[in-house]
């Protein structure tokens, strides 16, 4: 439930702030602040989605799921990245439109004070969205913090130019600003396609490998060895396996208590890895 109010928290400050950034491009007709708006439009649709991979993925197991719907929080994170991609092209168009104009922004001072309180909101929803990602692991809020962090840093940036401009008076400062903004987003748009993609592609998950191999090395008495270690992501959740020889002599009953003392003991570790354990009979060794 707390990951679903977080959505529409964002979802409801986003319109918040887009409203706040075009009364301050509309005040100073500048292309600049247009691109923070036209991020801030990007913003709105990528909350959305969050919302909606949210709530799926929230929805417990069934015949067609039988691990979930947690990936659908990862899918939600790679299509935002991608809407941070677009929204760098749109300000790359709108800023080299610009560039061939002679029309210059006006009431930068007022403007530049609106697009700040936007941003200190912008700030505040991201700090928030953090926060939960953490204390939730998801991806979904992971990934819109990242993105109204990214709004929070290119909007810094441009009022630092604008500033210049309004003391030089030289335009095209105005959409070589926006070209800058466009690269920073669109920078930080990849990377989330890119992480977002490595775990759909069941990237092993090295901390829980590492956690799995000190639970199970304490025990190290009662086994001969074990092999064939696998683990995956799964939205919030890690599913890991692996075989553990045995020694051949234990009963069916014995080596059944042993791997649910394992796998009790890592679950109390790491309540958010399932490890499933193939028992395997071996002569111990001489």
Same mark, same amino acid.
């Given at each position: 439930?707390?990951?679903?109010?977080?959505?529409?928290?964002?979802?409801?400050?986003?319109?918040?702030?887009?409203?706040?950034?075009?009364?301050?491009?509309?005040?100073?007709?500048?292309?600049?602040? =247009?691109?923070?708006?036209?991020?801030?439009?990007?913003? !709105?649709?990528?909350?959305?989605?969050?919302?909606?991979?949210?709530?799926?993925?929230?929805?417990?197991?069934?015949?067609?799921?039988? +691990?979930?719907?947690?990936?659908?929080?990862?899918?939600?994170?790679?299509?935002?990245?991608?809407?941070?991609?677009?929204?760098?092209?749109?300000?790359? +168009?709108?800023?080299?439109?610009?560039?061939?104009?002679?029309?210059?922004?006006?009431?930068?001072?007022?403007?530049?004070?609106?697009?700040?309180?936007?941003?200190?909101?912008?700030?505040?929803?991201?700090?928030?969205?953090?926060?939960?990602?953490?204390?939730?692991?998801?991806?979904?809020?992971?990934?819109?913090?990242?993105?109204?962090?990214?709004?929070?840093?290119?909007?810094?940036?441009?009022?630092?130019? =604008?500033? !210049?401009?309004?003391? *030089?008076?030289?335009?095209?400062?105005?959409?070589?600003?926006?070209?800058?903004?466009?690269?920073?987003?669109?920078?930080?748009?990849?990377? =989330?396609? *890119?992480?977002?993609?490595?775990?759909?592609?069941?990237?092993?998950?090295?901390?829980?490998?590492?956690?799995?191999?000190?639970?199970?090395?304490?025990?190290?008495?009662?086994?001969?060895?074990?092999?064939?270690?696998?683990?995956?992501?799964?939205? *919030?959740?890690?599913?890991?396996?692996?075989?553990?020889?045995?020694?051949?002599?234990?009963?069916?009953?014995?080596?059944?208590?042993?791997?649910?003392?394992?796998?009790?003991?890592?679950?109390?570790?790491?309540?958010? *890895?399932?490890?499933?354990?193939?028992?395997?009979?071996?002569?111990?060794?001489?």
């Amino acid at each position: 439930m707390q990951k679903k109010q977080a959505a529409l928290v964002a979802i409801f400050g986003g319109i918040a702030v887009l409203s706040i950034k075009l009364v301050a491009f509309f005040v100073s007709n500048s292309v600049a602040l =247009l691109s923070d708006a036209l991020e801030s439009l990007v913003n !709105i649709a990528a909350s959305g989605l969050m919302f909606f991979s949210v709530w799926l993925s929230e929805k417990p197991a069934d015949d067609s799921h039988n +691990y979930g719907h947690q990936k659908i929080e990862e899918i939600s994170c790679m299509i935002e990245g991608i809407l941070i991609v677009a929204a760098a092209l749109l300000i790359v +168009y709108a800023a080299a439109a610009r560039l061939s104009s002679e029309t210059l922004p006006v009431h930068l001072t007022l403007a530049i004070s609106i697009s700040i309180s936007a941003t200190v909101l912008n700030g505040l929803l991201s700090g928030f969205l953090l926060r939960t990602s953490r204390k939730n692991g998801s991806a979904a809020l992971e990934g819109d913090s990242k993105h109204l962090l990214s709004d929070v840093i290119s909007s810094s940036g441009v009022w630092i130019g =604008l500033f !210049i401009v309004e003391l *030089t008076g030289w335009g095209p400062l105005d959409a070589i600003i926006a070209f800058v903004v466009a690269a920073l987003i669109g920078k930080m748009g990849i990377s =989330l396609v *890119t992480k977002s993609c490595q775990r759909l592609m069941d990237k092993s998950c090295k901390e829980e490998e590492a956690k799995i191999r000190e639970v199970l090395m304490r025990h190290k008495f009662r086994f001969i060895d074990f092999h064939d270690m696998k683990t995956r992501r799964h939205g *919030t959740q890690v599913f890991a396996e692996l075989h553990l020889s045995v020694d051949g002599s234990l009963s069916v009953n014995e080596a059944h208590t042993l791997t649910d003392h394992l796998e009790d003991e890592l679950k109390n570790e790491l309540p958010n *890895t399932s490890l499933t354990i193939h028992v395997e009979p071996k002569a111990p060794q001489k």
